[in-house]
């Protein structure tokens, strides 16, 4: 197998990378606190939409960049590094395999990664699971929708409750193939983004205690400092392997893909928390208040280290995997 990223892989990173940084910049990330329902800023979506970036797994014959999910995980870091708040696990890792080129660029909300509905009042389709038949997934529009707000600890997320009525005009699929696809995708994805969160997490924290002083020196030369950080870096570079590994598992379909997906879940959730840990202590009760950026990946990644399954529960899934 081969994981090293090829030149048109890591320059769509770099392209997102830019366009993020101009476009999802924190008082992007605060204003999507603040909208009302339906009242999302669309302006970077529109031109992650122009770039081609949610028709990433879409084929060229049908409008997308045909590429896979080797690509789309460098792309989903970045997502997280800026903590881009509109839904781009649910739209382009999820949804766009599944809707092709029939909704070319659309916001898709959806509840496989949880009970609730991310970004649900913001969404152009909604690509929802039938519990009652387990395997079905459904495509509906807003307007068949009712949407209930849902308090969330990550405000940007604009978490909602669905209720809707299945129709056999409304199915996609009932594939348990496809669930299960989607599911790990979703799962990929999300671990993806968690990678991209801990980072930016992480360099926040180190130009903190680079430029703050005590006792006439920079804080980030204090030893216990330096372990956290270490600590925090070490558990980082180990969940982003497991996450390339999981992203190359999903798009060469390898038999151990469930294995491995679940494998960089856990990883990059437990990950997450750690280095959001380790970056709240380094910066004191400053990083937790509503004016300081890192309250907003902080929060994001506690809502996502829970969302398409907890660590525990990937974990579960590892030992299944290996007749444990």
């Known amino acids: 197998m081969h994981f090293a990223f090829d030149d048109e892989q890591l320059g769509l990173r770099d392209a997102v990378r830019d366009l993020l940084a101009k476009h999802a910049t924190p008082d992007v990330v605060r204003a999507a606190w603040e909208a009302p329902p339906g009242a999302l800023d669309r302006d970077v979506w529109d031109r992650l939409v122009a ?28 997502a997280g590094r800026a903590g881009l708040p509109h839904p781009l696990v649910e739209s382009a890792a999820v949804a766009a395999p599944l809707l092709g080129a029939d909704r070319p660029g659309a916001l898709v909300a959806s509840d496989l990664g949880g009970p609730h509905v991310a970004c649900a009042a913001d969404a152009d389709v909604l690509l929802l699971r039938d519990r009652s038949s387990g395997d079905a997934l459904h495509v509906v529009a807003p307007a068949d929708v009712s949407l209930t707000p849902a308090a969330a600890v990550d405000g940007a997320r604009r978490l909602a409750d669905a209720r809707w ?19 790990d995708r979703g799962a990929a994805g999300t671990a993806a983004v968690l990678v991209g ?34 600590d ?19 798009a060469v379909d390898a038999p151990e893909r469930g294995r491995d997906v679940s494998m960089a879940k856990a990883m990059a959730s437990d990950a997450a928390t750690s280095v959001g840990g380790a970056s709240l202590q380094c ?42």
């Open 283 to 324: 910066h004191g009760a400053i990083g937790y208040t509503v004016e300081h950026d890192l309250h907003l990946l902080l929060k994001r990644t506690w809502a996502l280290a829970r969302a398409w399954g907890s660590a525990s529960a990937h974990r579960r899934r590892v030992a299944t995997a290996l007749g444990a």
């Open 51 to 78: 770039m081609g970036v949610t028709a990433t797994l879409v084929p060229e014959a049908s409008g997308g960049l045909g590429l896979d999910e080797r690509s789309l995980v460098l792309v989903l870091e970045e």
């Open 232 to 250: 925090a870096l070490k558990d980082l570079s180990f969940a982003r392997v497991a996450v390339h590994r999981a992203a190359w598992s999903v």
């Open 197 to 230: 969160l801990s980072q930016a997490m992480l360099d926040m924290t180190v130009t903190h205690v680079t430029q703050r002083r005590q006792f006439g020196v920079p804080v980030g030369s204090f030893q216990a400092v330096k372990h956290h950080l270490a």
């Open 165 to 183: 009525t299945p129709t056999p005009a409304t199915l996609l699929t009932d594939d348990p193939a496809d669930l299960a696809l989607a599911l």
